[in-house]
């Protein structure tokens, strides 16, 4: 028999997030709903999984005009993947409160957070203690402090720090993937498809990665950490720190791997395809308009953009 007291699994949340896109955006026949329905009886989980995932898209509201349920409908759709489901609901949420399930499978964590941000937005925070904290795009986290220590728990996205080095209590950092401790250290946190992103610019960082050793890391090194606590050196094709100055900044990123950065400035879909996908990307662009991003891509490479809508958007060949 069933453990009805567990949590749902991730499958399962997937699953009533699949369900959600086809009952509200789609056109559900009687036979679509008598498979939801079987669906919604095959397991406790997956009516608790249901009810967590509809009750939080119940936030949804202002639906923008030019999203419209034909972007998802007839000829013109593709097969939309699990992250783009997750993307398209994030856009319609007030305030980005769904963009929590690419990585957290019910998102309480994220939407009861001491700071968040919305997808585009970035926030400037000072703790308590004098620390200057950053928030990237769609991020969140939480900030707690006591007599003995600091403490930053990164619920979701993009966190730089720069502790301040006159408080002598230790600022312990709280990731998915592992802890880290500093009391001087300016670093930036990223979480990415493969685990976290360490980049260390000043003072000195300990990381204590799942199962694996400690590991000092010093300024000018940037680390990709994964789930299982293995990290190497990253190479990378930008400047990590950019975003703190509001700039995206690149050399010789491929136009896909261009693309994907970009999307997470901008609500709803940015596809590039793959013909174009190894294009090279140079230079420094302000996130703050990133349409003017797209027009100088347009510019620069033989690439044209194809407005679906103003969330729906391709980069093909020109």
């Known amino acids: 028999m069933p453990n009805s007291d567990r949590a749902p699994a991730q499958a399962q949340v997937d699953q009533a997030i699949e369900w959600l896109v086809k009952l509200r955006f789609d056109s559900p026949n009687p036979a679509t709903e008598q498979q939801f329905q079987q669906w919604l009886a095959r397991h406790p989980h997956n009516a608790q999984a249901w009810q967590r995932v509809s009750n939080l898209s119940d936030e949804l509201a202002g639906l923008p005009n030019e999203l419209s349920r034909r972007t998802l409908d007839g000829s013109q759709r593709q097969r939309v993947s699990r992250r783009d489901h997750l993307k398209l609901l994030a856009v319609l949420a007030v305030g980005g409160s769904l963009g929590w399930a690419a990585r957290d ?171 174009v996908a190894k294009l090279k990307v140079s230079g420094t662009y302000q996130l703050g308009d990133t349409e003017q991003i797209l027009r100088l891509l347009a510019r620069s490479l033989p690439v044209r953009i194809d407005y679906r809508t103003r969330y729906w958007v391709s980069v093909g060949a020109a």
């Open 105 to 275: 499978p019910l998102g309480l964590p994220a939407l009861i957070a001491d700071s968040s941000t919305d997808t585009g937005e970035r926030r400037q925070l000072q703790g308590s203690d004098g620390s200057q904290i950053q928030l990237n795009t769609a991020s969140a986290i939480d900030l707690r402090y006591s007599a003995e220590q600091r403490q930053l728990t990164l619920l979701r996205g993009e966190v730089s720090l720069a502790s301040n080095p006159d408080d002598n209590r230790p600022f312990h950092i709280s990731t998915r993937v592992g802890d880290l401790d500093t009391r001087d250290g300016q670093l930036m946190l990223r979480e990415n498809d493969q685990g976290l992103l360490l980049a260390v610019r000043g003072g000195e960082v300990t990381l204590f990665p799942a199962s694996t050793a400690p590991r000092l890391v010093h300024a000018g090194e940037t680390l990709q950490v994964s789930p299982s606590g293995r990290y190497q050196l990253a190479t990378l094709h930008g400047d990590p720190w950019g975003w703190t100055d509001g700039v995206l900044s690149v050399q010789q990123m491929p136009l896909g791997e261009f693309c994907a950065e970009l999307a997470r400035y901008r609500p709803g879909l940015l596809r590039c395809a793959p013909d």
